[in-house]
Every structure is written in C-alpha cells, then in structure tokens.
C-alpha cells in the first residue's frame, strides 16, 4: 500500500488541499488519485504511446507493474493496456503501441488510468468523448482531466505532472517529449530544467522535521543551477494530526543560484496522543507547483512522509546478508532495528522500511518491497540475473538517528550483494550409438564454484523442475537423428524439449540418454524463471560435450557375382583385375552386447564421418606357393559429409586374380579406438585378357632320309613341336601369377583355342596353277606352368600333301603356316594381339613314285626283281638316290598271267628290304626248276586298303608292274622291238 497506517483505528483522511483528494473514499475511485497522473499523450510519428508521471516517490514497483490504461476512441474501439510493459524512467512509466485507431484527438478520446483493483487514479477526456464516464461517477480528480479536440497529436499537461492539458503544437508539429518534463525544455541559463525532488524526514515526538529539497540533473545526478528556484509546499494528515502531532504549514521554498539544496521545517508537538501502543505517526509534505514561469522545474517526487516516533531511540538499522547469492535461489536478508550503536537492544515499535534495491524483477523482494516489523525480520531478495547489488534502506520510519549499516557474516562491512550466475553440471559420458547411457547426474550450482548448490529456499533441492534440453550437432555440425532423454527427443535448437527431472535434497537428478547416430555433439540444459513469478528473469544454463561412436564398421559390397563363400576357382566370375568394382563401408548403430556381425541389421550412423581409414585385402585363394596378393586400387578412404555414412569406394580394383577380403582399420575417432572390419569374400577376380608369344616355331619331320613324298603323312620332330606360351595379364600387360590351380578356366585347346584348317601351302603352287594342297590333323595340349602362364604344344598333328595332278611339280620346301586366331577362356577373358602364326621349319616335297623292273634268267636259278623309287625333277622322273627309307615287301607283291611251262605252282615271291639310294634287290622269285621256262606279270601293292599303304608311290595312280622270264637270258640291251615272241 501507498499509504503508511500505523494503528488499524485510525480512518482515512480526507483532505482537500488546492482540490487534492488522498484517497478517495468513494467506490471505484483510487486511492492513488494525486499520486500519479495520466501526463502526455501523443501519436507523433506514428510512436503512439501513454505517459504516466508518479507524483509519489514512495509508489514501488510491485504496486504500479498491477496497473491498467483503458483507452477508446471515437474512431473506432476501445483496448486495455498493461502499466507493466512500460518504458520506466522514473517518475515517468511510458506505454507504447497505443493503436491509433483508438487514438484520434480530432474525433474524441478519453483515457483511463486504474490501479491493480479497477479503481479509476486518473481521466483524460478529449471532446467530451464519454465512452468511459461512468467508470469515474464520484471520483475527485486533483488536477485537470479534460481537453478540447484538436488535430494535433500531442497533449501534455503544464506544469508537468499537475498542470492543466493543452495542445503542444498544431498538428503536432512540436515533437513530443516521452519521457521528459512537459515544461520548456530548457531554463533561462539554455541548459536542461532542473529536477527537484523531496526526502522523508523521521524525527522523535516535539523535534523539529526538516525536509530538504535537492536539484537533479536529467541523468539524476546532484546539480546546481545559475538562478534560484521557488516551490510551494503544504502538509497532509495521515496517521498524525495537524494541531495535535505536529504543526500544519505552507509557503515557498527558495533554492537559491548556485545552491544544491533548500529546506523547510515542520515543528512536532511533544503533547501529541501518540500513536496505538507508542507506534510513530505520519504526515504528508507535498510540494505544489513551482513559482515564476521564468524558472521552469520538473518535479520527480512530489510527496514526503514525516514520521512522528515516540520514547525509544531507533538508533540504526542493521541490514545482515552473506555478501554473496545465487541466480537460482532466494538470500536471507536479516533487517535489525537497533536502539544504540552495538544493538545490544532492539526498537521496541514498529518500523517501517523499504527495502533497496526497489523490485523490478529481477530484483525481486519476495513479501514485496516495504516491510513493518518489530526487533527483526528476514526478508528475502531474489536476483535471477548475474549483478553485484547495495543493498539499503529507503523511507524508513521511523527515521534512524544514524541510518543503516551492513553487517557481512556477523560483520561490519559492504552492503554489496553480488548474485553469482547459476547453473547446471552434468557430465555426459561418451557412448556407443543406438546404446543408452549409464545415468547422467545433473545437479544445479553456481556456475563457476560448483560446490555451491542451489539448495536454499526457492532453489532446486527437493522439488521436481522442467528442464529444457536441446542437442546440437558439434562435429559434424548437422544431422537427422535426434539425442533421445529417457526416450524423448529433445530439440536440435533453443528454447529445447521440456523434461521433467526430480532433483534431490542436494539439488540433483539423473537421465539417460540415447543418441542413434554417431559424432560430436554438445547437450544443452536450459531453466527459465516464469514470468510473473519470483523466478522471473532467472536463465540457468549448462553443457557438456560428448562424443557417439559407431559400435564399428562394416565393409561389404552388393555388386551382382561378388560373393564367393566357397573361396575357391568354383565361385562365379565376379570382375576382371583393374575392373573397378564397388566396395562400401559405413559406421553401424550398436544392436546389442553380443552382436559380432555388424552389417546384418545394424543401422547406419548417417554423421559418422572420419578421414584416412586404411583399406587392406588378404588374399584367400589360390594358396598355393608363389602367389601373390597384388595390389589395390583404393588402399585409404575418408568418410564425408557427403557419404551420409557410408562411403562408397565405386573405383576399387584388384591387380591380381583369385578371391580377397578386404578390411578398413580405422583411425580413433574422438579418442576412441574402433575395431577393423573385414569383410566376407570377395570374388572370384579374373586376367583381364591373354598374350601371346612363340616359344618354338618347331621343326617339321622328313617323312624319309630328307625329304617327303608328296602324299606321304608326316609330323614334328618330337624334339621340336611349334609351342606357344599363354600369358594371363592385367590391364597393362602384367602376369597375374595367380592364374594357376582351379582358378585357370583355359584347359580345354580343342574348343577354347582356335586354328583355322591349314588346306594349301603357304607360298607354293602346283602344276596347275594353284597353291599346293595339304591336309592337317591338328593334335594339342595345354600345360599350366604355375606362374600365370600356360604352355600350348601342338604334338602329334598330321599333314599331307595332296597326291594330285596340281601336286606333279618339281621338289619345293614345305611353307606350312598354322594360325591361332582365338584364344578364350570359360570365363570369356581372350588373348590379345592375335592371330599369331606358327612357321615350323619345312621339309622338302617330292612328287615321286615307285618302279619294279623286269627281269629275266634261267628256270633254274631264282630270279632278282629289281625296286627303285624316282621323283618329279620339273622335267621327268629322275632316280631318287636320296630315298634309304621305303620299305617293299614280298608280301605285296602278287603274280599273274603265268605265260609258257610256268604255273602259279612253280614259283614264288620272297624278300624284303629298305630302298638304298633309291633302290632295292631284295625281292626275289624262286627258280621254278628246269622245264618251267615261262613269264609271268608281277604287281606291287601299294595302296592302303590291301597292299603297303604307300599310294604317294603308285606311278599314275595305278600299282608299279612288271614281267618275270624263265628260261631266257638278258636280250641285247639295244634291241628295241623284237616281233618274235617266244612266248
């Protein structure tokens, strides 16, 4: 309350002073009127906004923040706004926003100022606009209420504060002066108008009070001024009467030039009634507009109390505080009434006093600002904002002989308070993704000496509060998933998701959390003061880092072929070496204590991000000696923002063929080490392509001693096969030694290898024109070699030369060129670079053909058949001296037409042999015995069917003939024909 009643006996006074009213008794009327007036209104660049001026310094905080303004407008409508939301430079509060559509001074207004009751303190009417009369039927105001229309848009009273209402300027051309004096804006020497105000004043009973007037400056500081100042004052009941406490007076008060200060006197009387129970006696000093319009003033305070105090001394007030406070809590305030220096007693009435700092929440006196008590009380200040405070004593009442002292932990010292920030520690331990934590312990403390909790009064201890939380993101600083506080998502901002949290008697509570991804982040915990309470303006902060790993890796792939559980050559073909292939790895969410298989199931940890993670292979098969693992083509990764998490290696290779794992060892992430991850096999990796190149052209086999009838069949020398040797490579051409065991697909010559039918020489035409025809009976093998080469041998091929007319030429070389023009595998990889030609060193071809001669001799004597062997020179058939290698046989040789005495009976063929020099006299008929004189047709045999297979020798294509005579001796070699036939 405003007012200061000592004995609840005592009834309000009404006084009427120069039309003053305190209070009003009448319902719905304030007792406030006098003390604060409605004092400017405006609409000035389009900064509409109502000014109070308080006339009562003694007005807190805490009873004008309960304040309303109504204002309606003939133009439209009415609205309520709250004093509370004011712009407060005392004594003037400012409401700004003011709508101007309520709010037009050319059509009619009024505006109401009420008190936290309703109750009317202030009106302002302009035109005679009466939408809220009735609300002040009864009510006498102290100073002017009503205004003419006008089309400025600026009204303020003059003299500030209690004057009467005009126009500042047509149209509001004169700026309008928020927060300022309503009088000239400066005084007669050009600088700002002084500001007066006036102290209470307590005295004992018959003493004289004396009220001290002092000049402020516009920043609030003690001033002087050049010329003096005159100002009326006048006294008021209260609880003390006029007459019977103290003596009424009036007049003017002069400070003069270049003083500071002025006072007055207002004698008590020592035969006074007292107050109930020897309490002290108040009355008013109010100070009535100043004189001399040339010495404009602005008024801050326009009342004081004297207070009247009977019997006992009020030596001091002691003011008893730690020196120190939390944002978080309320302080004990300890405020004694000492009746001498040491306060070995105590003032035995009651003392009034208001507490200083005044609330503004923050500060925030809990039972509010002004205090009666009787020894001591403790009083409770809240400050919810980090601030050094004085704390003090203001208008106390009665007033001590020696002010106020402060005591500082029993004593004497500052009456500084300072209020340290609070807040909360907690320590968020690192943990594994998708896995909760152990509990979080939370507890509520001064921010930079944490032993100190908040466990007084209106602190944490023993109470349930919500705490915002929120995440964010440290490193990497964005994400999708959200920290999770005992299963609820908390926000990734300020102000963060509200928690509910049970703090214990030492102001401490416990969480879990969960976080379902991986990185660096930061938890943030926020409690804030409620607006309008005692905690308003409280902000508690605190934060911890913690890092979320991966529960590890996982490194597979999911390209069509690539596994390979078996290990081995039977897997599918997956790629060629060099042939990129994709390899992935991500971090994973842990699932639980006993998974080991982290790519079945395991979430994705989308932030994990990590640099330098070393990628190995391990070689799985073949395993036999010599191999080799190669070489990969990606052997690091980093994992990036961009991956999300998993990184994709879309450019893996492998330098070398068989099956391979491959493992990523990765780096600590946040200090913490993470295990390798393997991967399941991979494979099965092929050559990229064969080459080729010619170990031995080979050396073809004289089918005789040093040359080959043409017909005859004929091979390699076996020393000396044409042989190929079939490199499987990568890319640039380099063996990939791993091609061997059950990994070399290449072992089939017949259908993988490929050489076109060899039907003609190479270089050589016959008789008729056209090259000389051949046949081929093609015979290989492949040989791997273990190396990741393999040796193709052509072994046992067979070639003819055609026996044809086109074939009677004279002797040539054999030029036999065998061609490989493919060479594929089952997996479809091929040799590059081809064809490539065997030329197997020849062997020379003669045309030839076999002879039996005639022969002649007794019947008694067995009779030689000579054999010979000629070849085609180009001209005729020459002797074959070079031929030590055909074979004749009596075998083949059949008789016929026996002539003369010569039966089939009487001879017979015997003999075999071997050409020497291209003859032979080893085939002999037996002498038929004398009497058996005859002849008789001889033919050798030589074709394939019946006789010794050696058709390249029949002459003409038919068996060489000849005639055996018995019982005739050799004619004359000369004779040509001799007609006489004997037989």
């Known amino acids: 309350m405003m007012r200061r009643s000592r004995c609840m006996l005592l009834s309000l006074l009404v006084v009427l002073l120069v039309g003053f009213v305190v209070p009003s008794v009448w319902a719905g009327c304030s007792e406030y009127i006098g003390h604060a007036t409605l004092n400017e209104a405006s609409t000035k660049n389009n900064e509409d906004f109502v000014e109070v001026k308080l006339l009562d310094g003694n007005i807190s905080s805490v009873i004008y923040n309960t304040w309303t303004i109504g204002v309606c407008s003939a133009k439209g409508g009415c609205s309520t706004y709250n004093v509370s939301s004011a712009t407060v430079t005392l004594p003037y509060l400012v409401v700004s926003g003011i709508d101007q559509k309520e709010f037009d001074f050319n059509k009619g207004a009024d505006i109401l100022l009420k008190d936290g009751g309703g109750n009317v303190i202030d009106s302002l009417n302009i035109g005679n606009y009466s939408a809220q009369a009735s609300q002040t039927s009864g009510c006498s105001f102290a100073f002017a209420t009503t205004v003419g229309k006008s089309n400025t848009h600026t009204f303020a009273r003059s003299p500030d504060g209690t004057g009467d209402w005009a126009a500042t300027g047509p149209g509001g051309s004169v700026p309008n002066t928020e927060e300022a004096g309503n009088d000239d804006a400066t005084g007669p020497d050009g600088t700002p108008i002084a500001r007066i105000d006036i102290a209470n004043v307590t005295v004992n009973r018959g003493d004289t ?37 103290y003596t009424a007076g009036s007049g003017t008060v002069t400070i003069p030039a270049h003083a500071g200060s002025a006072t007055f006197d207002v004698p008590t009387l020592g035969s006074g009634g007292g107050g109930c129970g020897g309490s002290a006696l108040d009355f008013w000093v109010r100070i009535i507009n100043p004189t001399g319009a040339a010495n404009p003033v602005v008024i801050l305070n326009h009342f004081a109390i004297g207070t009247i105090t009977d019997g006992d001394t009020l030596d001091h007030i002691r003011i008893e505080h730690s020196g120190l406070g939390l944002t978080c809590q309320r302080s004990d305030i300890v405020i004694r009434a000492c009746s001498d220096a040491d306060c070995n007693s105590e003032y035995p009435f009651p003392v009034e006093v208001t507490m200083v700092p005044a609330s503004t929440n923050p500060p925030y006196w809990v039972d509010g600002d002004s205090y009666t ?19 003090g004593i203001s208008s106390p ?127 943030d915990a926020r409690y804030g003061g409620v607006t309008g309470s005692e905690e308003e303006g409280l902000v508690m902060l605190g934060n911890d880092s913690f890092a979320v790993w991966p529960i590890g890796l996982c490194v597979y792939f999911d390209d069509a072929n690539a596994d390979c559980a078996s290990g081995n050559g039977s897997c599918s073909e997956f790629k060629k ?141 076996s020393s000396n096969f044409p042989e190929m040797l079939i490199t499987a490579t990568d890319s640039a051409g380099n063996t990939t030694v791993n091609y061997r065991d059950d990994f070399v697909k290449l072992t089939d010559p017949a259908t993988q290898i490929s050489m076109p039918a060899v039907t003609a020489d190479a270089s050589h035409t016959g008789a008729l024109g056209t090259p000389l025809a051949l046949t081929w009976a093609p015979s290989s093998h492949l040989v791997q070699n273990d190396d990741g080469t393999l040796t193709f041998t052509l072994g046992a091929d ?186």
């Open 209 to 245: 009070a004396t009220f001290t007037l002092s000049v402020y400056d516009e920043s609030g500081n003690p001033t002087t001024k050049p010329y003096s100042i005159q100002i009326e004052y006048e006294t008021i009941d209260d609880t003390a009467a006029a007459g019977t406490d």
């Open 373 to 391: 008590f009787t020894g001591n009380t403790t009083v409770q200040l809240r400050q919810t904002t980090p601030a050094t405070l004085t704390l």
């Open 397 to 523: 009442s009665p007033t001590p002989s020696n002010g106020s002292v402060c005591y500082v932990g029993g004593s004497p010292g500052t009456c500084d308070i300072t209020f340290y920030e609070s807040g909360f520690v907690f320590d968020v331990p690192d943990l594994r993704s998708c896995e909760t934590s152990a509990a979080v312990s939370i507890q509520a403390v001064r921010a930079d000496a944490t032993a100190q909790t908040c466990v007084a009064d209106g602190g944490f201890a023993g109470t349930n509060k919500t705490i915002s939380f929120w995440s964010s993101y440290s490193n990497p600083t964005s994400g999708t998933e959200q920290v999770s506080i005992g299963g609820i998502d908390v926000a990734t901002s300020s102000p963060g998701t509200g928690i509910e949290l049970s703090f214990d008697a030492g102001a401490t509570a416990s969480f879990t959390l969960n976080y379902p991804d991986a990185g660096q982040l930061q938890l």
């Open 577 to 717: 070496v060099d042939e990129v292939f994709n390899l992935k790895v991500k971090g994973v969410c842990w699932e639980s204590s006993a998974d080991t298989d982290f790519c079945s199931g395991n979430p994705t940890t989308q932030n994990f991000q990590l640099n330098s993670i070393p990628i190995t292979h391990n070689l799985v098969a073949p395993s036999s000696a010599g191999v080799s693992s190669g070489m990969i083509g990606v052997s690091s990764i980093d994992i990036s923002a961009a991956d999300n998490g998993e990184h994709i290696i879309s450019n893996q290779t492998v330098s070398e063929v068989g099956v391979f794992t491959f493992t990523a060892t990765p780096p600590n992430y946040f200090g913490v080490p993470l295990p390798a991850a393997t991967s399941e096999n991979i494979g099965r990796f092929t050559p990229d392509h064969f080459i080729t190149s010619i170990i031995t052209n080979g050396v073809l086999q004289d089918g005789c001693t040093g040359f080959t009838y043409s017909g005859q069949t004929f091979s390699y020398v």
């Open 798 to 983: 067979q070639f003819t030369y055609m026996r044809e007319a086109n074939a009677l030429v004279a002797p040539f070389t054999s030029d036999i060129q065998l061609s490989v023009t493919s060479i594929v595998d089952s997996d479809g990889i091929a040799a590059t670079g081809l064809p490539s030609e065997f030329s197997p060193i020849g062997t020379e071809i003669r045309y030839g053909q076999m002879q039996l001669q005639n022969a002649y001799g007794p019947e008694t004597l067995p009779l030689t058949i000579p054999v010979l062997t000629e070849y085609y020179d180009g001209n005729g058939f020459l002797l074959n001296s070079l031929d030590n290698c055909t074979s004749y046989d009596a075998l083949h040789l059949s008789l016929s037409s026996f002539q003369g005495n010569l039966t089939s009976s009487d001879t017979a063929a015997s003999g075999t042999g071997i050409l020497l020099s291209g003859i032979g006299n080893n085939l002999n008929l037996s002498a038929p015995g004398a009497g058996n004189e005859g002849s008789v047709d001889l033919t050798l045999d030589l074709s394939q069917a019946t006789g010794a297979d050696m058709e390249w020798l029949q002459p003409g294509g038919n068996n060489p003939a000849a005639k055996a005579t018995f019982g005739i001796f050799k004619g004359n070699q000369r004779l040509i024909y001799m007609r006489e036939s004997i037989w």
